[in-house]
């Protein structure tokens, strides 16, 4: 290899290439990193936009592996032949210079109209596309607010006068049309399983619809620089029956649990005087804070801090306990919580069904 390397800088082409056995040890060497690679590619990766769940998502995968196919059999084509030319039309030594020629009518007018072809086709194909998903959503679809914050996604259902965060419920078969806006900075979302990536901006409102097809969870994220934490800014769509989903609108329109349990009761006073209902909604006491996502029905959600963590005891506490040590950047600081607040704050939270 050195020695071939060699022979180029110096451009001593008397040389020979290296051994053949050389080469096949490169081939070698080749193929296994291929196959590492693909390999790499089987394991479990649920955020994706190659299992589509709605029109959208369809869409979109449909033309993407059209543009992919082209790809690959131009890519093909083009390095089969350069590979060729290069191998049977090498210097061998003492060879006489080729002949010196010039252009070549035919073959540069094949090479532009192929791809004005090819490319032509892909805008043809495209654009229905794109005109068809920015169009208005249909006046049947049910509209959900979806507001960006840093780090974390608000989801308001202004019909049922509902507000939830990080779980977007939809039922599935219905279009479901979300108003995007932010609260601070421009947000994206993205949930691939149900279509394109749309920006959120503050003080603009900008929509994206689609229809999901099939129950399930699906994950995503915010794709849009927002801040520190950035990567920390996950959501879920979780997509029900009909009749699961109004259920669940259901139990997220009744008033909040008064809890019983003495812990949680300390709990609940101890969240009105520590400075959490200066952030923190909790519908029905005097918390009304509208920083940090609304409380009202925490208990009923699966995650918790925009989807980084799960809504169990063990994770609600190291989040009470130090937001920005999970988070870097959280607007939530560290309130300096003792072992006690901790306990009775985190029975509390998860007396809140
Ligand atoms: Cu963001």
């Excluded at 029109?55 to 059209?66: S, T």
């Excluded at 998903?133 to 308001?156: C, K, L, N, Y």
């Excluded at 300096?336 to 704050?345: A, C, G, I, Q, T």
Aim: hydrophobic share 40%; net charge neutral; aromatic share 8%.
């Amino acid at each position: 290899m050195a020695r071939g390397l060699k022979r180029l800088i110096t451009n001593d082409l008397t040389q020979r290439w290296p051994a053949p056995s050389r080469v096949r040890r490169l081939f070698a060497v080749l193929a296994v990193a291929t196959a590492g690679l693909i390999a790499c590619a089987c394991s479990e990766t649920p955020q994706t936009a190659f299992n589509p769940r709605s029109e959208y998502a369809d869409d979109g995968l449909n033309l993407f592996i059209v543009v992919i196919w082209f790809g690959v059999i131009i890519g093909v084509l083009v390095e089969g032949v350069l590979i060729w030319a290069a191998i049977q039309y090498r210097r061998r030594p003492r060879d006489p210079l080729p002949p010196q020629i010039h252009g070549n009518t035919i073959i540069e007018i094949l090479w532009t109209t192929g791809p004005v072809i090819v490319v032509g086709y892909i805008l043809f194909i495209t654009l229905p596309v794109i005109f068809s998903t920015q169009a208005p959503a249909p006046p049947s679809s049910m509209d959900v607010e979806v507001i960006g914050h840093q780090f974390w996604w608000e989801f308001q259902y202004p019909d049922a006068n509902v507000v939830t965060a990080n779980e977007l419920h939809l039922p599935v078969g219905q279009t479901a049309n979300l108003i995007l806006q932010s609260d601070d900075v421009i947000h994206s979302f993205w949930i691939p399983a149900l279509g394109g990536k749309r920006d959120a901006f503050p003080g603009h409102t900008n929509f994206i619809w689609m229809t999901p097809n099939s129950t399930g969870e699906f994950p995503g994220q915010c794709y849009q620089l927002c801040g520190y934490s950035h990567g920390n800014m996950r959501e879920r769509a979780i997509i029900e029956s009909p009749t699961d989903f109004q259920a669940w609108l259901k139990s997220q329109q009744q008033p909040v649990v008064q809890p019983t349990d003495p812990t949680a009761v300390e709990g609940g006073q101890l969240f009105q005087t520590r400075g959490c209902a200066a952030c923190h909604a909790i519908n029905g006491t005097p918390a009304q804070g509208k920083v940090g996502p609304n409380l009202t029905h925490v208990a009923s959600r699966g995650v918790i801090a925009g989807s980084v963590l799960q809504n169990t005891t063990q994770d609600m506490r190291v989040w009470l306990k130090d937001p920005p040590g999970v988070k870097p950047g959280s607007i939530m600081p560290n309130l300096s919580l003792n072992d006690h607040e901790l306990d009775v704050l985190v029975a509390y939270l998860q007396s809140l069904k």
